[in-house]
């Protein structure tokens, strides 16, 4: 299932659950450090030029570029895809 939210999006301080895995050169990477479907995240801070980004990822906090956060779509805590 693929949201029209994206990790990069997300303010600091929400916490989301991980929808898919775009195409992304460091997908393999993104994997191996615990980030795939279903798993949740919370983006912990940024950067003063706010890239990157720091996110929580399976206990450890792990920086993150913008630009590979576009290509990971995310769903809302508690959002079960329904609107209203």
Request: proline residues 4%; negative net charge; charged residues 25%.
């Amino acid at each position: 299932m693929k949201s029209d939210l994206t990790l990069d999006r997300i303010p600091v301080g929400e916490a989301v659950t991980v929808a898919y895995l775009g195409e992304s050169g460091i997908r393999r990477r993104l994997t191996d450090i615990g980030l795939v479907r279903g798993a949740e995240t919370v983006c912990t801070g940024e950067s003063p030029l706010g890239d990157p980004r720091a996110y929580l990822i399976d206990g450890a906090v792990i920086a993150l570029r913008r630009r590979d956060c576009s290509a990971i779509s995310v769903i809302r805590q508690g959002d079960n895809g329904e609107n209203g």
